[in-house]
């Protein structure tokens, strides 16, 4: 604190440290390093990156890894003489992190027992412990289809789950598998091994990134959890990076964009800038999917509580709190070091944050972040978390050996590559997994019964059973203080909190009514058609998105075949048509708020001013901020004009709008945007596929684009005037637009003002280039 009051006023510090006189002995130390007495020309590898025998300690390294490796794999359940040798190169594995310098914040912390010891026998059992086990959200993109594979299915027949990460998954994972040879192997999954008949490649949790990739009402409706991605360990103020090297055809095809380019994710949600718009992002996810519980990843910071209370009272069901380890380390180096802090102090503040405000029984407190062995989860039980993430290790228990190049797409055991000679090298089984959390189980039971606990559910809060550890000597101060993790509000006698309800509840909605209606009802069952006349409020809210969940749980993302045609006639709420489907028409007479069209994936909204308005209507602004956000598919036609970001990380919807705010078509990567009027600044920053078609009529597009990402063109090809012309057409014929009618009949004058923005993936299109070069594109096939 002598520091923090001397140096950086106003800086909040939890737990202490450094004085100023061993600051004065750190930067001496470093400084003699910087300016050794050369004896030798070669720069010494600190192993500040890669683990090195006399460099910087890390807690995953080669040799734990193998200590793991043999573990998992002598493990048979039922087998007592392989259990007894797996069982041994576990304590190894234990003992080696056991005996670790002083890493982590636990570090300094031993058990204070209030009770006798119990027998083993009286404690749950490891199948309820596992339950509360998860991965951590690694995309498949990071890894490669058979680890991200294996860890689904081992998690899904423990009972765990597994997190999808960002990017979507395949539709052929949502079936259970019933072609398993004698073998283990599925012609369905050629790839992966050890597998069995009811095994399911499906993620429990859906993640929900800032980017969007791959979420589809399909994909919603098969998770159990969906998880909204709001922060990471790693990369703070930055969105998901995949490189291009890893955007193989398959993993293009899942996120809606092109092999070989570069995706980025926007550092927020552009649909999130503030507490109410998370609410109403939970808000959409429990309306599109009212049996899945939401699910909220943050990062442990200073003042984490109190956005952990927003969370809580904005409906959320979970709330994951993760520190500075862990995940799959495919994060650039430069946005790996100095990042987060320990989840030790996000979990603390956050459970005393939310029982001090009576909020902690609306949520799970989940922790996630380099925990690697059952001491570790009964740590972050004491501290008041009743689940437990796990990453880094879980991809060690799979295969990993710790080369650290997860970054490099050149993984030597086929974990973290999309290169199909490197992902054959994979020797993963779901078995591996399952039994290194059943170990991690079996540990927890132990220590369970040595403080006297029958159960997980009984600790968990109980921050009186920890003290600090006396016999700790640290190199760098012995000034740390641990009250902000040892003082938690006293939960000894009631544990009520603990009693959470399943799913928290949007409560009546317009969708419900509408799905009450017998003629609809019949035309989704018998794909049939329907047109309905409904009035809507601004009340009504994420219209549409309970439909499209029942269509998608039904027939997926294209199976239905009817036609549902909606005719709105008011204001619509936040949200209108989100998750539409093909099939759905939704037609809005009157206006609608923010985030029209989120997550489209097909069918047709068209939104036009009430008949009687007086109003220009190209002149005057019809949705709201951030529509079509996330889109992968359908069309909108809006006759007027959009708000600010419109278009952000749209994959392959299509939308004909009268003018734009700033930041259009952000981050798009794939479909065709059309703005009949002006529009703001930044136009098409990180913008990496699709094509945007401006009409510029005082000159003054230009200097509105972000050339960082795209380049500008007047149309130039019969395709791409094509294109333009059809969709102004279609934008007339369904709203009348008096702005698209004047363009139309005046072509030759308008088709000059419009300006075609061209990222350097279409830059070879026929839209975009009068002399493209046809490039054969390769197939992705499985590794054998």
């Not at 202490?16 to 910087?34: F, M, R, Y």
């Not at 059992?125 to 509360?132: A, L, M, N, S, T």
């Not at 103020?237 to 380019?261: C, F, H, N, T």
């Not at 919807?653 to 794939?670: L, N, P, Q, R, S």
Request: aromatic share 6%; hydrophobic share 35%; charged share 20%.
């Amino acid at each position: 604190m002598e520091l923090v009051d001397t140096a950086f006023k106003g800086t909040t510090s939890r737990v202490g440290g450094l004085n100023i006189a061993e600051l004065a002995q750190e930067v001496i130390t470093v400084h003699s390093k910087a300016f050794p007495n050369l004896t030798d020309k070669r720069l010494t590898n600190y192993g500040f990156i890669n683990s090195r025998s006399k460099g910087e300690y890390h807690m995953n390294t080669p040799k734990m890894s193998k200590h793991l490796h043999k573990a998992v794999k002598t493990y048979k359940i039922g087998q007592n003489g392989a259990n007894k040798e797996a069982y041994d190169h576990y304590e190894h594995y234990k003992k080696y992190l056991e005996e670790r310098p002083v890493t982590a914040l636990r570090d300094l912390l031993d058990f204070n027992p209030d009770r006798p010891s119990i027998a083993l026998e009286e404690v749950e059992p490891v199948e309820d412990i596992v339950k509360r086990f998860c991965t951590g959200g690694m995309s498949l993109g990071a890894l490669s289809r058979e680890a991200h594979e294996t860890l689904a299915i081992a998690m899904n027949r423990l009972g765990g789950k597994s997190n999808s990460g960002e990017g979507g998954e395949d539709p052929t994972r949502f079936n259970v598998l019933s072609d398993v040879d004698s073998e283990g192997h599925s012609p369905t999954f050629p790839h992966l091994n050890g597998l069995r008949n009811g095994d399911s490649v499906s993620s429990a949790i859906k993640q929900i990134a800032s980017g969007r990739f791959g979420v589809t009402p399909e994909y919603l409706m098969n998770g159990k959890q969906l998880e909204i991605k709001m922060a990471q360990g790693a990369k703070p103020g930055e969105g998901g990076q995949l490189p291009g090297k890893k955007v193989s055809p398959y993993i293009a095809m899942l996120r809606r964009s092109k092999a070989g380019v570069t995706l980025i994710s926007p550092p927020p949600h552009h649909d999130i800038y503030s507490i109410e718009d998370l609410a109403q992002l939970i808000f959409d996810l429990h309306q599109i999917n009212p049996s899945a519980k939401v699910s909220v990843k943050l990062v442990a910071e200073i003042g984490i509580g109190t956005i952990a209370a927003g969370v809580a009272k904005a409906n959320a069901d979970i709330i994951q709190i993760s520190g500075h380890d862990g995940g799959t380390g495919a994060s650039p180096l430069s946005s790996i070091k100095h990042a987060g802090c320990p989840w030790e102090l996000g979990v603390t503040e956050v459970h005393r944050m939310l029982m001090e405000n009576k909020l902690r029984d609306r949520v799970i407190l989940r922790a996630d972040g380099g925990l690697k062995t059952g001491w570790d989860v009964i740590m972050a039980a004491l501290m008041g978390a009743e689940q437990y993430g796990f990453g880094s290790i879980a991809m060690i228990a799979e295969g990993c050996i710790m080369a650290r190049i997860c970054h490099t797409n050149q993984c030597p055991v086929g974990v973290a590559t999309q290169m199909e000679r490197l992902r054959e090298r994979f020797t993963g089984i779901p078995e591996n997994v399952v039994n290194f959390f059943y170990f991690i189980a079996e540990e927890v039971r132990s220590i369970l019964a040595k403080l006297g606990y029958r159960s997980l559910d009984e600790v968990v809060g109980r921050t009186d059973l920890l003290k600090m550890r006396s016999e700790v000597n640290l190199t760098k101060t012995q000034s740390l203080n641990l009250d902000c993790i040892l003082n938690l509000p006293d939960v000894k006698s009631d544990r009520s909190w603990l009693n959470h309800q399943d799913v928290h509840s949007n409560g009546p909605v317009l969708d419900d009514q509408l799905l009450a209606d017998a003629a609809i009802s019949s035309a989704i069952n018998t794909h049939g058609t329907i047109a309905k006349n409904v009035k809507i409020v601004n009340t009504d809210r994420t219209v549409g998105a309970r439909i499209s969940g029942v269509l998608a749980k039904k027939y997926g993302n294209t199976g239905f075949s009817g036609e549902l045609t909606f005719n709105f006639t008011g204001a619509a709420g936040q949200s209108f048509a989100a998750f539409n489907l093909p099939g759905m028409i939704m037609h809005l007479e009157g206006e609608a708020n923010d985030y029209v069209c989120k997550g489209m994936h097909g069918g047709e909204v068209v939104i036009v001013p009430p008949k009687n308005s007086i109003f220009e209507a190209a002149d005057n602004v019809i949705v709201g901020n951030t529509c079509l956000y996330g889109s992968t598919g359908g069309v909108l036609y809006a006759n007027g004009r959009a708000g600010e970001r419109f278009g952000v990380r749209n994959s392959m919807g299509k939308a004909v709008i009268e003018g734009a705010g700033d930041h259009c078509c952000e981050y798009m990567t794939g479909g065709v945007i059309v703005v009949l009027g002006s529009v703001g600044r930044n136009v098409g920053a990180g913008m990496t596929g699709g094509i945007g078609y401006f009409l510029d009529e005082d000159y003054s597009f230009p200097e509105k684009v972000n050339p960082e990402n795209v380049d500008i063109q007047h149309i130039c090809t019969e395709a791409g005037e094509a294109q333009l012309k059809e969709l102004i057409e279609a934008h007339f014929e369904r709203t009348g637009s008096k702005k698209a009618e004047h363009i139309l009949n005046n072509w030759g004058e308008y088709v000059s003002k419009f300006w075609q923005v061209v990222p350097p993936s279409e830059a070879n299109s026929p839209e975009t280039n009068p002399n493209p070069v046809m490039i054969e594109e390769k197939t992705l096939t499985p590794a054998k």
